[in-house]
């Protein structure tokens, strides 16, 4: 039922890209970078969005083959690379007035959407936005076409806003929530392991003080010692928490979930290896 319905939508859409403009100056829409979906359910959601922004915007949209065609010799389009300077020469490229370009990806029911909007006179600092929706297909697409309107500076109609559906991703399954916990308990887990250890000596520095002529010498001694070992006790099980914590976050992907991290570094290595096979080409 879900291909069915994106399938349905790709013809009826097919009237909008006879309509779009040549490729030079207007707005250059990129094809999502897709995973988890297949081409042809891609093709639909990249469509949806495409009609939105048409409505959401007078200006002209540039021919989706012609984009195609220029960005895939570049490292957006090869690569996959959304780095501002991989974002600013496809921009160039296609010497457009605005480029809109991104990923949509699909994993445990859930979709993730990460776009970039990018005009020459900001052409350092791109506008991103984003979608995190888990839910059925039709809620998502809705999503998307709020998402476009947005991207366009205009509020999105009520015929939009009318059938939004809510996500039903749990609290627990959201990355800040998550983030917060396990940053917390890394945290927690730390400060408290630097305090114990911190009793520890102070302990052990009250028992080596002790007079050892005085008759309670020996009992006060040992109170000491044995406070200062449990104090270590609870500052080693502290510091393993708070690295299993930390570890865990790492392990889960939630840093990069948050701050994007694995993406960039991923678009930087893909824009140093479009570097290189650039100068091979030049060489030969």
Known sequence: MKKLFLFVFMIHSVSIFAQEADVSGGIATVQFSATGINDMENQAFFNYFLQELDNASEDAFQDQAAIGEKVNALALGSSDCYTAECMKAALDALAADQLIAGSLSFAKNKYRVKLQLLDPSKAEKPKKFSIRYKGEVDGFVTELQILAWEMMGKNPPGSLTGKRKPSTESILENPLFK????VGAGAFGVSNYLAKSAGASESEDLANGQDKNWSGYQQAYDAHMTSADNARTEALLSLLIGA????????????????????????????????????????D
Request: hydrophobic residues 45%; glycine residues 10%; charged residues 25%.
């Open 179 to 182: 983030t917060g916990i396990l």
């Open 244 to 283: 299993a914590a930390l570890g865990y976050a790492y392990y889960d992907g939630v840093f990069d979930e948050l701050f994007g991290l694995k993406a960039e570094q991923n678009e930087t290595l893909a824009l140093e290896k479009s570097k290189l096979n650039s100068a091979i080409i030049e060489n």
